[in-house]
C-alpha cells in the first residue's frame, strides 16, 4: 500500500498578523485625512466663494456708479441745452449712448431714465383724483370707497375712518397686531399690510396681480405737485381731469411725430394749446424727478442701481416719514498756488439710492 502524504498546514505567525494590523491602522489614518482634507477644501471653497462674491460686487458697483455719473452728467448738458428737461422722447431716455460710454474691461453697462413726475404723485393725491385714477385703471367700483378711505388713514395723521372700523379690527386681529402708522408709504411693497390694498393689488401667494401691477406702474411716492403732462400715463391725465379725447389727440400726435414729438416747454404753451380754461390743475410740462436704472452685468452676475434724482430747487422731496433725502453738498476743489478754493455745484440732487446684491 502507498500511504498518502499530508501537507502540514501552516499557521501565520505572531509577526505577519502584526504586520496586517499595521496595514489596516494606516489605510484608516489614510481614511480619515482624507475626509478632513476634503472637509477643508469644502469650507475653503466656499469662503473663496464668499471673498469672490465680495469682491465682484465691489467692482460691479463702482461700475454702476461710475456710469450714474456719466449718466448725470449728460443729463446736465442736455438740460442746459434745453432749458430744461421735458420729456425723455427728447432724445435723453438713453443718456450713455449719448455720449458713446465704454466700461471698464469685463463689464458690459446700459442705463435708462424715466420721469417720474409722469406718474401721480400719492402723497399729493387727494380723494377725488385718487378716486379718479382708480377708476381709471379699472378698480371696481364697489371696492374704491374702502381703499381710498385705507389709504388715507393709513398715510394721514390724524384721519379718521369714514368706512367704518372693519379694517382696524383686521388689523389688530393679525398674528403680530399693529396700526396705521400715520405716515406715507416708504415702499410698495408696504401695501400688504393694509387689508383692502391686500385684497385687490395682490393673489393668494402675496404677489402682485394685474391691478396692483397697473396700480404701481402709474403712481410716485415721492412729493410733487404738478405731473408732466408731457410723460404723463392716460390714466394720470384722465385722474387729473383731462378730457379723454384730447388724451387720444396727445397720443395720435405722438406716433405721428416719433422723431420730433410735440412737447409742451412751458405753461404757456399748454394754455395757447388747451385754452386757458381747459388746463387742468396738477398738472406741469417739466421733468423734476428723474428715475436712473443702471445696469451692469460681469459674466452671470448682474447688478442693479436705481437712483432718484432732482435738479437744484425742484419742488420734489421724500414723503415725510421716509428716509431722509441724501443731499449731495458742494465739494471744494483743492487750491492750487495759494488760490482760493473753488465751489463746484453738483447737477442734481440725489433723493434715494437702491441697489441689489448683484447675483
Known amino acids: 500500500m502507498t500511504r498518502r502524504k499530508f501537507k502540514k498546514k501552516s499557521f501565520p505567525s505572531r509577526l505577519e498578523s502584526g504586520r496586517g494590523s499595521v496595514v489596516i491602522f494606516v489605510l484608516g489614518i489614510i481614511l480619515l485625512a482624507a475626509f478632513l482634507i476634503t472637509r477643508l477644501m469644502d469650507r475653503a471653497a466656499v469662503e473663496l466663494a464668499a471673498e469672490s462674491k465680495a469682491a465682484q460686487r465691489a467692482g460691479l458697483r463702482e461700475e454702476a456708479l461710475s456710469g450714474l455719473e456719466a449718466c448725470l452728467a449728460v443729463l446736465a448738458d442736455e438740460s442746459a441745452a434745453r432749458s430744461g428737461l421735458h420729456d425723455p422722447a427728447e432724445g435723453w431716455d438713453h443718456p450713455l449712448s449719448l455720449m458713446n460710454y465704454d466700461p471698464a474691461e469685463g463689464f458690459t453697462i446700459e442705463a435708462r431714465v424715466e420721469d417720474e413726475t409722469g406718474k401721480l404723485s400719492l402723497p399729493m393725491a387727494d380723494e377725488a383724483v385718487l378716486g379718479g385714477y382708480l377708476d381709471a385703471i379699472g378698480c371696481p367700483a364697489t371696492a374704491q370707497d374702502r381703499l381710498i378711505d385705507a389709504l388715507m388713514v393709513w398715510t394721514r395723521p390724524d384721519r379718521l375712518s369714514t368706512e367704518g372700523d372693519a379694517d382696524s379690527a383686521l388689523l389688530a386681529a393679525a398674528k403680530l397686531p399693529y396700526e396705521a402708522p400715520q405716515r406715507a408709504l416708504r415702499s410698495f411693497a408696504e401695501l400688504r399690510a393694509i387689508p383692502a390694498a391686500r385684497e385687490l393689488f395682490f393673489d393668494e401667494s402675496g404677489n402682485w396681480n394685474e391691478l396692483g401691477r397697473r396700480f404701481q406702474a402709474g403712481v410716485s411716492l415721492f412729493a410733487f405737485n404738478a405731473s ?35 412737447i409742451f416747454r412751458n405753461v404757456a404753451d399748454l394754455n395757447a394749446a388747451w385754452g386757458g380754461d381747459a388746463t387742468r390743475p396738477g398738472l406741469g410740462t417739466d421733468a423734476l424727478c428723474l428715475h436712473v436704472i443702471v445696469t451692469v452685468k460681469s459674466g452671470a452676475r448682474v447688478y442693479r442701481l436705481d437712483a432718484w434724482v432732482r435738479p437744484p430747487g425742484a419742488a420734489v422731496s421724500t414723503a415725510t416719514g421716509r428716509r431722509q433725502t441724501k443731499t449731495v453738498e458742494t465739494a471744494p476743489v483743492a487750491s492750487v498756488r495759494n488760490n482760493p478754493p473753488k465751489k463746484v455745484d453738483y447737477p442734481f440732487q440725489i433723493l434715494e439710492l437702491r441697489d441689489n446684491d448683484g447675483t
Open 228 to 262: 408732466n403732462v408731457n410723460s404723463a400715463r392716460s390714466e394720470v391725465l384722465l385722474a387729473r381731469g383731462v378730457d379723454a379725447s384730447r388724451i387720444a389727440a396727445m397720443a395720435a400726435l405722438r406716433e405721428q411725430q416719433n422723431s420730433h414729438p410735440s
